[in-house]
């Protein structure tokens, strides 16, 4: 469905020009099509993001981090998250527009704190109450070169255990390839099976959850979830990511190793323990 998938698309290159998809996952209509969507996006004149920060600041923009302070974006909304040891952890979202300047002044947001595995589960279980949805997908790095997965399911309140892959020099094509995987805790009936619920919830990072940080900084899921037909396959993309797996539907988010701790879970050593890394979510609607 080109149509549908144009806006997505869009936001994507927005958010992160240089991703391309790869032609192993995806089929060739769809990195045509993707690729039809990137030229046209990037003849857009960018504008100029500067970030007014200290220089000991720990910046990320669209889940990314970056060391340059002056930054060429495409126009549109773009997610600024900032760490400093007097102002803490800091996020906003900023429009930019084409062939402009904006600059953002670290001192002017509003403070947004980590959460630990804990306060992860408790924002998981907000979220899919809220936007009333059927799965909330968990995905992103950990310890080790390690990617990690699993889905949450409102309406029981229960959570899929882990799918571990080996995250290599791309963590997102290594999620998309343990997405069946993933996609076999869901039963016919479209519910989490019993036997693949654990107790483990996997820990959220805001600095590269531009996704999350968005829904925080300004709750309103309209036009955020987008119905598919059946039998379409998985789509991840990086940057921000859409899923659908057997009909289900996607919202978009990004994802970003960085350099959580290598621990392990006590019950099963497979399994990453729940600590802190960089995580991704998607919303997922199965009709």
Known sequence: ?????????????????????????????????????????????????????????????DGLKTEDRSMKLLPGAHFVVVRTDDLGQQADRVMVSSASKTVWTADRQTTLTGGDSGQSELLYRALGEYLDVDFVLLAGTYGDNKAGMQFFEPRTGSFSKVVVVDADSDPVSSLTDGMPMLANYVSEAGTLRPDRVARQVLAVDLSTNALL??????????????????????????GVAAVAAGGAAGLALALQSEEPPPNRSPDDPDEPAAVDPNQGVILVEVP
């Open 1 to 61: 469905e080109p149509e549908a998938a144009a806006e997505p698309w869009s936001r994507l290159v927005a958010l992160d020009p240089n991703r391309e998809l790869d032609p192993v996952n995806f089929p060739p209509k769809v990195v045509q099509g993707f690729e039809q969507v990137r030229v046209e996006v990037m003849a857009h004149p960018k504008g100029t993001l500067v970030i007014d920060a200290p220089e000991s600041a720990t910046v990320h923009i």
């Open 213 to 238: 940080t968005d829904l925080l900084l300004d709750p309103e899921p309209l036009g955020e979830i987008r119905e598919v037909t059946r039998k379409t396959p998985w789509y991840l993309w990086a």
